[in-house]
């Protein structure tokens, strides 16, 4: 019986993942303007690029290409930075990120950024959280998509900017603002020495996520859960090095914002088929599949559940239940989430119905997928 079932759900298809209800909750604001955007911007305000063609464009940012590290990854950013200046095109940025989330039906998207890199001309650091709020708000009139941020510390600049960066997090607690994250070079900057504006995020019940795990082992992850307080981990492809750690994470459900494109670009994993997601997921790790940077790395949610499908075999029931784990992930209060919850699984039933299948029901993935139904 179980069998007869399992062959009435659709095949994987790009429309079929495209409708299904996502978030995206591992986003960076700057790796993820638009390529003609940048060309813009660089052009109204007398910034000199790399390049002045797309295609030129792309090269010089190695959009969609395999780096020789996360530190080489990570110059592209001195491109969008140069343009992402002024109070008009963070704006637009924030607007069009939402929208471009939107049109592959997105629900819920979480932009993080680092408004410190967005001063060189002089913004006020809430004139530059104000803007992008303002493109995201300008985003949700006009599609209805749910978003948030999350403010940046940077492991490699003084821990002190850290502080002040989390002060700035918490007075926009409620404001648009739901959590505080560490990212930039992870190896040699360790998240303890942050420790100060983490706590200072606790102290006022702020959500926590840290870059973690992912050029670095894991005793980095130990120290984002253990002397930061994390309570999601971005990356954490390392994690699988160390069992016990693995354990505890998945039994105080610590999700992991997982970036499986990212991570080959890179190098922090050396292919698809040896990313763990698929060795998390079995295990029953709640994992999320998000963007990381949508620009440099040339990728959507769609695409990362298409490649989670046919480099790593995960069948159509458990990209449901990946999709549901990512709200359950989500920033959000309970009663937000909870509400927000059962709508998405109504409207997984109904868009795996128009593709010619009721929601899953076989086997153990459909046992799975109805404790992930439950309550966040």
Known sequence: MA????????????ALVRDLPKTDLHCHLDGSVRL????DLAAQQGVRLPA???EGLAKAIHMGEVCASLEDYLTA???TLAVLQTEE????????????????NVRYLEVRYSPVLHTRKGLKPTSIVDAVLAGLRAARRETGIESNVIICGIRHIDPMTSVRLAELAVAYKGKGVVGFDLAGAEEGHPARRHRDAVQLILDNNVNVTIHAGEAFGPESIAQAVHWCGA???GHGVRLRENGDLLNYLNDHRIPLEMCPSSNVQTGSVQGFASHPLKFYFDFGLRVSVNTDNRLITDTTVTKELLVAHREMGFTLEDLCTVLVQGFKSA????????ELLRRVNLEIAQVLARHGAPAPVAGDGAARAAVEAGTP
Request: net charge negative; glycine share 0%; charged share 20%.
């Open 3 to 14: 069998q007869a079932a399992a062959t009435t759900l659709p095949q994987v298809t790009e």
């Open 36 to 39: 003609a955007t940048v060309l």
């Open 52 to 54: 002045e063609t797309p």
């Open 77 to 79: 950013f001195d491109v």
């Open 89 to 104: 095109a963070l704006y637009r940025t924030a607007y069009e990120l939402a929208l471009d989330a939107a049109a592959e």
């Open 231 to 233: 309570h999601r981990i």
């Open 331 to 338: 920033f959000l209060p309970f009663r937000d989430k909870q």
